[in-house]
């Protein structure tokens, strides 16, 4: 069965996904002309696709360079889709190089360990990846993530399942490897607020999750942790609520969109995110509601997820990063990441980056500089914020 995080057929954006061969040099190793970055993503797949990914990055560059670029330097952005393939990924990072990018930005793939040495050789950082691959992205120095990153946000879905539900805590990642790796996470979390893990493992695809769903209810849990995704995890809940479970259902913001919000209906209500930030559809926010209107300027109908929040808001970190320095390359970007004087303004969405300079939280995500989640609950049929941001490894 074909899956997308979207969790309805795709829509055909009006972006064409560029091929992946070389394109002109254009200003690669100049300090003036455009400044190039890639953004790398399973943007289309038969197993997960985020399309809607290519339209927000794409928004958030016209964006800064309507309002004057980089030091008077435009964006240049272009796009390379790994197909859910790591070989693909390898072949993006390629790209990456022979086209001199300064930086990959925003993108989102399981396969980012695939990309590590590649940009760590040539140094060309990644600022703002999406989570695919939480471990990796924690970790190696060619990351730069601009908010807590997938770890934290399944170790805080563990920690809001006992906090909002009880010590009894059942965790259900589908059959695929890096959701079931999600689960010593979220076991994280669970036992620092003082609970106990049970394991259900459902099947990637199933014509019928109500038995995953009775044998996670036989646990008699007081909170479930999904680290499912997609329609996977869409199904495991409506099979959930309608076998009875009243409980808090807890994982990561990116399980749900407003499409899947739509089908679930009432069975929503109640659901618990860990989260990069504000909600994507909390247009409260000003530069929330700004992310709204530039996306659907360029596609009405593309879905509005925390996945797109974040490539957006990637994008829009670059002026407070690259302002006043000279950028010509990858390893220049590096340089003013480290030489980063104040935080980059995130607009409240997120805390704001204060770069690599002083000690990391926790040591075992060296490359994450805040590592704080945004609990959210879905209520109305909307997703709204539900407290402070929290360190999920606190106390």
Sequence with gaps: MRRSLRLVPLLALVLPLAACGKEDSGAAGSSDGPIKIMSIASFESATYSVPQLQTAIQASVDAVNKSGGIDGRKLKVSFCNDKFDPNETTACGQRAVSEGVAAV???MTPHTGALAPILEAAKIPFIGPGGGDGIVEGEKPAFYPINAGSSAFVIGAGRLAVERGGPNVVVIPMDVGSSRAAVDLAKQGIERAGGSMTQVIAPATSADFNPTALKALDHKPDGIVLTASGDTATRIVAALREN????????????????????????????VLAGRGLPASYTENKMIAEFNTEVHAIDPDAPIDDISLNGWLSVRALPGIMSGHVITDGKSVIDALAKMSKPVDLFGIYPDYPGLGGTPPHKEFPRVAVFEVQPSTIKDGKIVPDGKFFDPLAG
């Design 105 to 107: 930005v925003g993108g």
């Design 244 to 271: 009875g479970f009243k409980g808090p259902i807890t994982g990561p913001a990116s399980i749900v969109n407003p499409a899947s919000i739509k089908a679930l209906g009432n069975k929503a209500e109640g659901i």
